[in-house]
């Protein structure tokens, strides 16, 4: 089966200051559109976090679990002045903030080939400051994880949708969409997951990272 490719396909120099590094790297998983669909995933390197699982159940970030596929390049890379993308060949995103031209700061964006047919379970937060020196404050904002079940040959764009609803308490969701290379953005029907008893034992996906 094949993977990731070697090297970094290229990096984005962003002009404004002393801003993040960019990655981008090219994968090349096996992926057979009548068994399978791929989706895109929004997450970061700052306060960002994004995961996702086969199955119609949930795991804690602190547990462990062979079966969820954790969107970033670990812990310690929050400490990185620096995100890595990673595009295996899906159409682009009808959201500029979703292509790799239009992310900010530490912003990434992870393309993965899924099975078709099987429940796929999404975990996603965000937090962030706001405010000045005096006055100012902290915000975190975790909806309840959420499943889709992807149609052989598809393409979903995922992401958390941040709406400011009051000074301390911003509201989240996560959002699915089915999207294709005409342009198509329909939204996706989505589910409460419920937690697993246990680590699971699904079958992994085939991952572009």
Same mark, same amino acid.
């Given at each position: 089966m094949r993977t990731l490719t070697a090297g970094i396909l290229f990096t984005f120099a962003f002009t404004a200051g002393c801003a993040p590094a960019h990655y981008v790297?090219?994968?090349t998983p096996d992926y057979d559109p009548r068994i399978s669909a791929r989706v895109r995933i929004k997450s970061g390197n700052d306060q960002q976090? *994004?995961?996702?699982?086969? =199955? *119609?159940c949930y795991s804690n970030a602190w547990e462990s679990d062979p079966q969820r596929v954790n969107v970033d390049d670990g812990f310690m890379a929050r400490y990185k002045y620096s995100s890595r993308s990673v595009v295996i060949g899906m159409p682009p995103s009808p959201r500029p903030w979703m292509r790799v031209e239009g992310l900010r700061f530490k912003d990434m964006i992870r393309e993965y080939v899924i099975p078709a047919g099987q429940p796929i379970t999404l975990a996603l937060s965000?937090?962030?400051?706001? =405010? =000045?020196k005096y006055g100012g404050y902290s915000w975190s904002c975790k909806p309840h994880e959420m499943t889709f079940t992807?149609? *052989?040959g598809q393409d979903y764009d995922a992401y958390l949708l941040l709406q400011d609803?009051?000074?301390r308490a911003p509201n989240c969701s996560i959002e699915v969409r089915h999207i294709d290379a005409s342009g198509l953005d329909e939204p996706v029907e989505t589910q409460y997951a419920s937690r697993c008893p246990s680590s699971g034992t699904e079958t992994a996906p085939k991952r572009g990272p």
């Open positions: 790297t090219t994968g976090a *994004a995961s996702f699982r086969v =199955g *119609a965000t937090a962030g400051d706001a =405010g =000045g992807p149609i *052989a609803e009051g000074r």
